[in-house]
C-alpha cells in the first residue's frame, strides 16, 4: 500500500452503499430511456415525469456517484459540432444497478404496507 | 441579452473550477440545451461547480483534511518565520529591497502552498484548492467579527492590517497593499486592504494550485476541432 493512496482507501473504506431518494429518480429514469440515454435526455425525463426541473450538474453528480457504486455504466459517443465538439456521455443501468433498484422497491413496499398512517390518503 | 453562442466566462468558469470528471460531457449538453440565455446557462454552471465541489469534498474528507493541513503548515512556517528573523520594526518599512523581498516572498510561498495542496491531491487537486481558498477567504470575516488573540507578534508590514487576520494568508497581502495606499493618502485604507489583500491570495493560490491553468486535454473527453 503506497503512502500516497493511504486517504484514498480510507476514504473509499467509509462510502455508503444504499441509494438516496435523487438516485433512486435518476436510476429510474436511466431504465425508462434505455439505450441512448445521457444528460439532457435524462434531466429531461426527470423534469416531465417527476414534475420537477433538475440541473445538469446535480444529474451528472448522481450519476457520478452511481457509477462509483458500480450500479451505472458509462461510455462516450461521437463528438457533434452541435455541443460544441464535446461527445456525449452514455449511461446505462448495470445488472446490478437493476438488483439493487428491485431491491429498494421492495423495501419501500414493504414498509409502505407496514404502516397504517399512510392507508387511505390522509395526510 | 440573447445569444446564439454559449457564453464563454461560464465555459472558462466550468472548464476551470468544475471539479467532475464530466465536466466536458456537462458542457456539450448544455451546448445542446442552451436557448440563448446567458443567465440560464450561467446559473447552470454555477450550480455544476457547487454539487461538483461539494460532492467531491463530502465524499473524500480525509483527504480533505490532509490538503488543509498541508496548506496551514506551510503558511504557518512562513508567517512565523518573520518574527523570529528579527526582519520586523520600522526598518522593514523604511528599506523597499526588504519589503519588496518580503512581498515577492509571501507571493511565491502562498503560490508554493497552493501548489503543493494541489500536488498531493493528485486527481482531487481542483476541490482541494478551491477548499482551500474558500477557508482561508472565509476565514477573515469570521476572525474579523468573532476576534482572535494571536500569540505571535506580527511583521511589521501588517501594519494597518488588523490584528485578528495576522495568522491567515490574506495577511501579508492586506499589509503590502495597506502600506500602498496610506503612503498615497488613500481613505479606508484597513478595510480596502483587506479586500484587496483577500483578491490578491485567491488569485496567487489559483495560479500556484494550477486552477488557472488550461485543463489536461488527456483527462477531457474527445473532441473534435
Same mark, same amino acid.
Request: overall charge positive; charged content about 15%.
Given at each position: 500500500l503506497q503512502r500516497g493512496y493511504f486517504f484514498s482507501y480510507i476514504d473509499k473504506m467509509r462510502k455508503r452503499d444504499y441509494l438516496g431518494s435523487f438516485e433512486v429518480i435518476v436510476m429510474l429514469a436511466l431504465i425508462r430511456l @434505455?439505450? @441512448? !440515454?445521457?444528460g439532457v435526455p435524462i434531466s429531461l425525463e426527470i423534469a416531465r415525469t417527476a414534475g420537477r426541473d433538475v440541473a445538469l450538474g446535480s444529474v451528472y453528480a448522481a450519476l457520478e456517484r452511481l457509477e462509483q457504486k458500480g450500479l451505472v455504466s458509462s461510455e462516450l459517443g461521437e463528438p457533434t459540432t452541435a455541443r460544441g465538439g464535446r461527445a456525449k456521455k452514455y449511461f446505462h443501468v448495470t445488472g446490478r444497478g437493476l438488483r439493487e433498484i428491485r431491491e429498494t422497491k421492495r423495501l419501500f413496499s414493504q414498509l409502505w404496507k407496514d404502516s397504517p398512517a399512510l392507508e387511505g390518503g390522509k395526510a | 441579452m440573447r445569444s446564439t453562442h454559449p457564453p464563454k466566462f461560464a465555459v472558462w468558469l466550468l472548464q476551470h473550477f +468544475? =471539479? =467532475?470528471?464530466n465536466t466536458e460531457s456537462l458542457i456539450g449538453d448544455l451546448n445542446e440545451q442552451y436557448g440563448g440565455s446567458r443567465l440560464w446557462y450561467l446559473r447552470q454552471a454555477i450550480v455544476a461547480i457547487l454539487v461538483s465541489f461539494f460532492q467531491e469534498i463530502s465524499a473524500h474528507k480525509l483527504i480533505a483534511v490532509r490538503a488543509l493541513l498541508m496548506g496551514w503548515t506551510v503558511k504557518t512556517a512562513w508567517l512565523l518565520f518573520f518574527p523570529i528573523t528579527g526582519l520586523v520594526g520600522p526598518r522593514y518599512i523604511q528599506d523597499r529591497s526588504l519589503l519588496l523581498a518580503s512581498a515577492a516572498g509571501s507571493i511565491v510561498v502562498c503560490a508554493f502552498g497552493a501548489w503543493l495542496v494541489s500536488r498531493i491531491s493528485g486527481p482531487l487537486y481542483r476541490p482541494m484548492v478551491l477548499l482551500y481558498i474558500v477557508v482561508e477567504l472565509l476565514a477573515v470575516p469570521i476572525m474579523l467579527t468573532v476576534g482572535w488573540y494571536s500569540p505571535f507578534a506580527y511583521?511589521?508590514? &501588517?501594519? +494597518? !492590517? $488588523? !490584528?485578528?487576520? /495576522?495568522? &491567515?494568508?490574506?495577511a501579508p497581502f492586506a499589509g503590502y497593499c495597506a502600506y500602498t495606499l496610506s503612503r498615497f493618502g488613500f481613505p479606508f485604507e484597513s478595510v480596502t486592504s483587506v479586500w484587496c489583500g483577500s483578491i490578491l491570495m485567491a488569485v496567487t493560490m489559483l495560479l500556484g494550485g494550477r &486552477? &488557472? =491553468? /488550461? $485543463? /489536461?486535454p488527456s483527462k477531457m473527453p474527445r473532441t473534435v476541432a
Amino acid at each position: 500500500l503506497q503512502r500516497g493512496y493511504f486517504f484514498s482507501y480510507i476514504d473509499k473504506m467509509r462510502k455508503r452503499d444504499y441509494l438516496g431518494s435523487f438516485e433512486v429518480i435518476v436510476m429510474l429514469a436511466l431504465i425508462r430511456l @434505455g439505450d @441512448g !440515454a445521457y444528460g439532457v435526455p435524462i434531466s429531461l425525463e426527470i423534469a416531465r415525469t417527476a414534475g420537477r426541473d433538475v440541473a445538469l450538474g446535480s444529474v451528472y453528480a448522481a450519476l457520478e456517484r452511481l457509477e462509483q457504486k458500480g450500479l451505472v455504466s458509462s461510455e462516450l459517443g461521437e463528438p457533434t459540432t452541435a455541443r460544441g465538439g464535446r461527445a456525449k456521455k452514455y449511461f446505462h443501468v448495470t445488472g446490478r444497478g437493476l438488483r439493487e433498484i428491485r431491491e429498494t422497491k421492495r423495501l419501500f413496499s414493504q414498509l409502505w404496507k407496514d404502516s397504517p398512517a399512510l392507508e387511505g390518503g390522509k395526510a | 441579452m440573447r445569444s446564439t453562442h454559449p457564453p464563454k466566462f461560464a465555459v472558462w468558469l466550468l472548464q476551470h473550477f +468544475g =471539479s =467532475s470528471t464530466n465536466t466536458e460531457s456537462l458542457i456539450g449538453d448544455l451546448n445542446e440545451q442552451y436557448g440563448g440565455s446567458r443567465l440560464w446557462y450561467l446559473r447552470q454552471a454555477i450550480v455544476a461547480i457547487l454539487v461538483s465541489f461539494f460532492q467531491e469534498i463530502s465524499a473524500h474528507k480525509l483527504i480533505a483534511v490532509r490538503a488543509l493541513l498541508m496548506g496551514w503548515t506551510v503558511k504557518t512556517a512562513w508567517l512565523l518565520f518573520f518574527p523570529i528573523t528579527g526582519l520586523v520594526g520600522p526598518r522593514y518599512i523604511q528599506d523597499r529591497s526588504l519589503l519588496l523581498a518580503s512581498a515577492a516572498g509571501s507571493i511565491v510561498v502562498c503560490a508554493f502552498g497552493a501548489w503543493l495542496v494541489s500536488r498531493i491531491s493528485g486527481p482531487l487537486y481542483r476541490p482541494m484548492v478551491l477548499l482551500y481558498i474558500v477557508v482561508e477567504l472565509l476565514a477573515v470575516p469570521i476572525m474579523l467579527t468573532v476576534g482572535w488573540y494571536s500569540p505571535f507578534a506580527y511583521p511589521a508590514v &501588517l501594519l +494597518g !492590517a $488588523p !490584528a485578528e487576520i /495576522s495568522f &491567515l494568508w490574506v495577511a501579508p497581502f492586506a499589509g503590502y497593499c495597506a502600506y500602498t495606499l496610506s503612503r498615497f493618502g488613500f481613505p479606508f485604507e484597513s478595510v480596502t486592504s483587506v479586500w484587496c489583500g483577500s483578491i490578491l491570495m485567491a488569485v496567487t493560490m489559483l495560479l500556484g494550485g494550477r &486552477l &488557472l =491553468s /488550461s $485543463p /489536461s486535454p488527456s483527462k477531457m473527453p474527445r473532441t473534435v476541432a
